[in-house]
């Protein structure tokens, strides 16, 4: 299994200014993912953080919005960029077991505990 | 594209069993998921099945895949106040990202 640190656990933001989320992995993970979950809906993903590569985003989520930083195999960040009240959710980060090696060492995928983000 | 389902809500009295249910549409998935979120808390894995499966038991969690009609269940037996929560269903296709269910929302009575 994997351990995954996310910090902040929950921060109140004012509109207009960015907060970056920090996600630590106790192992080394080809792939780390970031989720969005509204209030009351389900999660979605946000964009697929490879390290040594610039970020794969779904739909709808944009690199100038949500950057992201992939700086070695254990560690990414999510910045909420120019935020406003519609950002207020919880951000997750996941990461499916495999160090290093590009192998599926196992299936699981594991989820922080999550950044609850208010924008005032 | 891809589409995962689920009913939103579901009551059970405690020690009966609970089945929650779940369609996609996407039939490449390769793993299929099941968390749990409690209020205020993260995600919790509870198990998974891989896809040429149908079935698949731990402890009191029964997860069953039908692949024909793309529909996956979970059931829970002995059914637990500690049970209520928001049980989500998830396939992960090609890369490993996740595509998540609407959610259902156990309430577990005495």
């Known amino acids: 299994s994997a351990v995954i640190s996310q910090k902040p656990s929950r921060d109140i933001c004012q509109r207009g200014t960015s907060l970056t989320i920090q996600c630590q992995v106790d192992s080394q993970v080809t792939m780390m993912f970031w989720y969005r979950q509204q209030p009351g809906q389900s999660l979605t993903l946000i964009a697929t953080?490879?390290?040594?590569?610039?970020?794969?985003?779904e739909s709808g989520f944009v690199i100038d919005k949500f950057p992201i930083s992939r700086p070695n195999l254990t560690f990414s960040t999510l910045t909420v960029s120019n935020m406003s009240p519609e950002d207020s959710s919880i951000y997750l980060c996941?990461?499916?077991?495999?160090?290093?090696?590009?192998?599926?060492?196992?299936?699981?995928?594991?989820f922080g505990q999550g950044t609850r983000l208010t924008v005032v | 594209g891809e589409d995962v389902e689920q009913s939103l809500f579901l009551s059970v009295r405690e020690g009966d069993s609970s089945v929650i249910n779940c369609t996609y549409t996407d039939s490449s998935s390769t793993y299929l998921y099941w968390y749990k979120q409690e209020p205020g808390a993260g995600l919790q894995l509870l198990t998974y099945i891989f896809s040429n499966m149908d079935m698949k038991q731990d402890q009191r969690l029964t997860v069953l895949l039908n692949k024909k009609d793309k529909h996956l269940s979970l059931r829970i037996a002995d059914t637990q106040t500690g049970d209520s929560a928001i049980y989500f269903c998830?396939?992960?296709?090609?890369?490993?990202?996740?595509?998540f269910g609407t959610g259902t929302r156990l309430q577990v009575f005495p």
């Open positions: 998830a396939e992960s296709i090609d890369t490993d990202k996740l595509i």
């Open positions: 996941s990461v499916v077991g495999r160090p290093g090696t590009g192998e599926r060492l196992n299936t699981e995928a594991f």
């Open positions: 953080a490879n390290q040594g590569s610039e970020a794969t985003y």
